[in-house]
């Protein structure tokens, strides 16, 4: 049983369909994690809860997924196709209790097929496809992490690009320090002391010490990693 003072619930309106419905959130006592790890992805003791498990919002109705930085706006044809490959699959189902992992994991995939199908920024697309790798981390399941943290690279790249990330809750330092971790995580090492370098060497720095101070780390622990790589 899982006590309901540890949750609340959030009314929402589908971005898609514009119907009404609720889903829970964490309160903030219940999800204080124990460790955090360079990527920023948290651990939780037995008695806290992930809110990572309720990023993501689905309709009932329609099945649209979609995290609170999607925009309200659709590209021109888009609805149409959400509407054959996602509406019109759906069988109704609420995600708006208490989720197990899986529900969690499934609502982070049916978020990367809406905000793809929508053509989302690359920067919110990126943030998913992160925090689903988060989740198969805690799960130790090594394969489904590697691979979606190889999706977030690839998005965060595109939205470095193309300066995607504006008006979303990434700057454009914050976008270079997970190219940086991500990579280095992956083993590309030498693209992610590059990374690394430019939030270290970034114009705006003096406004984001921490992770300034972070990236030196990271830039240091990517050097040794590369070093022993090549020995």
Not at 71 to 81: A, L, N
Not at 151 to 170: I, N, Q, R
Not at 190 to 202: D, G, L, Q, R
Request: aromatic share 12%.
């Amino acid at each position: 049983m899982h006590p309901l003072e540890a949750f609340y619930e959030k009314k929402l309106i589908c971005v898609y369909c514009s119907k009404p419905f609720t889903s829970l959130r964490v309160r903030s006592r219940f999800s204080i994690p124990y460790q955090v790890d360079s990527d920023f992805c948290p651990h939780y003791r037995a008695g806290n809860y992930n809110p990572h498990f309720y990023y993501v919002n689905v309709c009932p109705e329609c099945g649209f997924a979609f995290s609170e930085e999607f925009s309200d706006q659709f590209s021109k044809g888009t609805k149409e196709v959400i509407g054959v490959q996602i509406t019109g699959q759906w069988a109704k189902r609420d995600f708006g209790k208490v989720r197990d992992i899986q529900q969690a994991l499934e609502s982070y995939k049916l978020a990367i097929l809406a905000g793809s199908l929508k053509r989302e920024k690359n920067a919110v697309l990126a943030g998913l496809c992160l925090r689903l790798a988060w989740l198969y981390r805690t799960e130790n399941n090594t394969d489904q992490e590697t691979r979606f943290m190889g999706l977030a690279l690839k998005a965060y790249e595109e939205s470095y690009l193309h300066s995607d990330f504006t008006g979303t809750s990434m700057s454009e330092i914050n976008v270079l320090f997970m190219l940086g971790e991500l990579s280095r995580r992956l083993g590309q090492y030498k693209k992610a002391i590059t990374y690394f370098a430019k939030v270290i060497e970034h114009k705006e720095g003096k406004d984001e010490q921490k992770i300034i101070t972070r990236a030196r780390e990271q830039w240091r622990i990517a050097v040794e990693e590369n070093r022993q790589g090549t020995m």
